[in-house]
């Protein structure tokens, strides 16, 4: 009898044991100790300096490392002729929508998407998808034809459309960037929920470090300002060879428990901290940032969070990502002062309060 409890006592142990191993396992409390230090322990394939194999590349020369990475996903619409103008472009837009967002589309063409907002900025716009493989897949796909044809601003790429390949369409975009319209001064990624105000982004873009400050000096009287003092203001412009990559930055930790989209297991990724990231809902590149961060790509292991990717690719080739409190990661509260300044919000999914945000700021100078 007492060999018949001992035993059973034993079995509640291990099974107890059994059972708290699994939860830290799920929360992800075990995997937390075995994390290596992303400060000193850092590698990430290809593992060595491959800069010069990249500028081989940029060249159009053979590299001496073979790349190890490459997005060789066909166009099903690759507008070549988008980005063709005798004008210098200032700024791309290179939104991230779904196969099904039409009406989203449709707005933002309407509000800050609109190509000629102003009469002397020159402004591209396109939408970047993939393919949606579903048993509505052909009819949907003949009306994105139709979109495409009438508007004549939709990028699509053969891969498929879901949360995981949000990489992939990224490097879409910048492949169509680099090799169809690289002559643009700026690109900004952006998802088809957020607002953006365009005025704010070329005010954001004239002087990155000192935005909005400066936009408030110059909106000063002349007794606390004085007028050469604000034409210098008004007046600085970046350099063309300037490395920008900017927006919401985050210095986080992966995410170990697997009950989150975002789950990061250590055999994918096992450092205990990501490289500081602009949150992929809207980041602002420069050309040489954009084109330096793509031919790096060819020598960075794909990973399927796109905005950790960027983040990577900044990483290899030094570019430090630039913070600015006016990129909203989420939704700003709303009201016709708090946008002033705003470059971007996130949280706009609803087609009409894009429409009624944007006309307010617009009629208020703001966008």
């Not at 190890?68 to 507008?79: D, G, K, V």
């Not at 952006?190 to 470090?209: E, Q």
């Not at 990501?274 to 790096?296: D, N, Q």
Request: charged share 25%; proline share 4%.
């Amino acid at each position: 009898m007492f060999r018949r409890i001992k035993h059973s006592i034993k079995l509640r142990h291990l099974l107890c044991c059994t059972v708290l191993v699994i939860i830290l396992q799920l929360f992800g409390v075990l995997q937390l100790l075995f994390e290596k230090d992303f400060h000193t322990d850092f590698h990430y394939p290809y593992d060595g300096d491959f800069s010069y194999s990249a500028y081989q590349l940029r060249m159009g020369l053979k590299p001496d490392i073979p790349p190890i990475n490459q997005y060789n996903y066909a166009f099903i619409h690759e507008l070549t002729d988008k980005c063709k103008t005798n004008d210098p472009i200032r700024i791309v837009y290179l939104i991230k929508s779904s196969p099904e967002n039409f009406y989203r589309r449709s707005v933002i063409r309407a509000t800050w998407g609109y190509e000629q907002r102003f009469s002397d900025v020159e402004i591209r716009r396109v939408f970047m998808l993939g393919y949606r493989d579903d048993p509505n897949q052909q009819q949907q796909q003949e009306k994105l034809n139709q979109e495409s044809a009438k508007f004549g601003d939709i990028l699509q790429s053969n891969f498929t459309d879901v949360y995981y390949n949000n990489t992939i369409k990224t490097m879409m975009g910048f492949k169509w960037a680099v090799q169809h319209c690289n002559t643009a001064k700026f690109y900004m990624f952006v998802d088809d929920d957020y607002y953006i105000s365009t005025k704010n982004v070329l005010r954001f873009v004239r002087n990155p470090t000192n935005y909005p400050e400066y936009i408030k000096g110059s909106l000063k009287s002349k007794q606390t300002i004085n007028h050469r003092r604000r034409r210098q203001l008004v007046d600085m412009e970046l350099p063309n060879d300037v490395k920008l990559y900017a927006g919401y930055v985050f210095n986080t930790k992966p995410l170990r428990h697997y009950f989150t989209k975002f789950y990061i297991g250590l055999a994918e990724y096992p450092y205990n901290r990501w490289p500081p990231y602009v949150t992929a809902g809207a980041y602002l590149l420069s050309r040489e940032a954009l084109m330096e961060m793509y031919y790096a790509s060819f020598y960075t292991q794909h990973f399927r969070f796109d905005d950790i990717y960027v983040a990577l690719l900044a990483l290899r080739t030094n570019i430090e990502p630039f913070h600015s409190d006016e990129f909203y990661m989420y939704k700003k509260e709303y009201s016709r002062d708090s946008y002033t300044f705003t470059v971007a919000s996130h949280g706009f999914s609803d087609p009409v309060e894009l429409i009624t945000a944007w006309n307010e700021q617009k009629s208020a100078g703001n966008a």
